[in-house]
């Protein structure tokens, strides 16, 4: 199944660097990366040593409900490139992580969730896009389940599922 790995939008981004206010209310705080251990959320890299960063509580939701976590993000304080793509991202970088998916409502699929050993990443999310109660994957910190990424269904030149239209084609 053709699938992507998914970074936070450049406009969310965007705003968050020029001091809009995080899922808690706060403007995002400033800090200098130690490196190796700060993802950016939005270039998918980790964010070098001695660059500025933002620490800030993020809603990787649309809306309030009690199954949109919140949880403390990473984002490289000057503009990134947006990364992304069919490659699992290079800031996954430890051991593990929680994999998870999530129906079209926004809520948590019981019996998605587990943690997984960062080679098995795609092949997890990939599974779970297969079934079609999941719209979407979270890739989640396995030690504190802070929001790392999304993995989507990858969409062709129209904006269609690519799996859907296979399966659309198979009938």
Do not use: W
């Amino acid at each position: 199944m053709a699938m992507t790995f998914v970074a936070l939008p450049t406009e969310v981004v965007r705003a968050y660097q020029q001091g809009a206010h995080d899922a808690n209310g706060q403007v995002p705080e400033r800090a200098v990366s130690e490196g190796g251990g700060n993802p950016c959320r939005h270039c998918l890299r980790m964010i070098a040593e001695g660059a500025g960063m933002l620490i800030l509580a993020h809603r990787p939701f649309p809306a309030p409900q009690p199954y949109a976590e919140v949880g403390p993000i990473f984002l490289c304080a000057e503009p990134c490139a947006r990364g992304g793509g069919e490659a699992v991202p290079e800031m996954l970088a430890s051991p593990e992580y929680i994999v998870r998916g999530y129906g079209p409502d926004d809520r948590i699929i019981y019996g998605t969730g587990a943690v997984v050993p960062t080679e098995a990443i795609s092949a997890r999310a990939e599974a779970h896009l297969a079934d079609p109660r999941v719209a979407y994957v979270h890739v989640r910190s396995a030690r504190n389940n802070c929001y790392q990424l999304r993995v989507d269904r990858a969409q062709d030149a129209f904006g269609e599922s690519i799996l859907i239209r296979k399966k659309r084609e198979a009938r």
